[in-house]
């Protein structure tokens, strides 16, 4: 069974400041991870994925993500915080073994609070 | 990519009714899944609607009371039944593309029970 972990249910950076949300992974087998963003009263958005290839993968609105097997994190970074990025962050995984017919495993969120 | 979109967006239901949510998606998905996001919770898979068969549902949820119809590639219904107040959720709806590895998502129902 698949578990995915992230630290922190609310994280505050200042505007123009390092973000980094952090998320860890329980798999038997290396698993396909996704990062999504859900602004207030929205669906999910897609900001980035690691399937294969190369493990820093870069995503949309500056965010970027690397796979490290070794620590089984998927961590997602973004140089310089904007205002808009204020949001729930959420850190899923997909099992490859299911050839893509099995749903995603969430993590529990974290909410980003980004502070002027 | 997939747009996909859900009816109602909303809806405020009384206790012992129940509530039909609509699910569309405007190109072809292999697979289509529903979700339930309680209250400042995460997304939790509810099941995974499958064209013309019965729905595989995940642990704790049955189909008598989350009956779900995939008639085609592209609909799907999911109906909450005899409704309780914890059944106050947002109901996602997802698709998975013909590149499989990207999964996307409606804007939700957001689902009140008094």
């Known amino acids: 069974a698949q578990s995915v972990t992230q630290l922190g249910s609310h994280v505050s950076v200042s505007e123009g400041a390092l973000v980094l949300l952090r998320c860890n992974y329980s798999?038997?087998?290396?698993?396909?991870l996704f990062w999504y963003v859900q602004y207030p009263n929205q669906g999910l958005q897609l900001l980035l994925k690691?399937?294969?290839?190369?493990?820093l993968v870069k995503g949309i609105n500056g965010f970027e993500a690397e796979f490290k097997k070794s620590e089984t994190s998927f961590h997602l970074t973004k140089p310089s915080a904007h205002m808009s990025d204020a949001a729930e962050y959420f850190c899923?995984?997909?099992?490859?073994?299911?050839?893509?017919?099995?749903?995603?495993?969430f993590g529990k969120g974290t909410h980003l609070i980004i502070q002027p | 990519s997939a747009v996909i979109s859900q009816k109602p967006s909303r809806d405020i239901c009384q206790r012992g009714t129940s509530l039909t949510i609509q699910c569309q998606v405007d190109?072809?998905?292999?697979?289509m899944f529903w979700y339930r996001q309680q209250p400042g919770q995460s997304l939790t898979l509810i099941a995974t609607?499958?064209?013309?068969?019965?729905?595989?549902?995940e642990s704790g949820f049955v189909i008598d009371k989350f009956p779900i119809s995939r008639p085609n590639l592209t609909f799907s219904t999911l109906t909450v039944s005899n409704m309780s107040p914890e059944d106050s959720s947002i109901y996602l709806c997802?698709?998975?593309?013909?590149?499989?590895?990207?999964?996307?998502f409606g804007p939700g129902t957001r689902l009140t029970v008094t």
């Open positions: 899923a995984v997909s099992d490859p073994l299911e050839g893509g017919a099995d749903g995603l495993t």
């Open positions: 798999s038997s087998v290396p698993p396909y």
């Open positions: 690691y399937t294969t290839g190369a493990t």
């Open positions: 190109s072809q998905v292999t697979m």
């Open positions: 609607a499958n064209q013309g068969s019965e729905a595989t549902y």
């Open positions: 997802s698709g998975r593309g013909i590149n499989w590895n990207e999964q996307y």
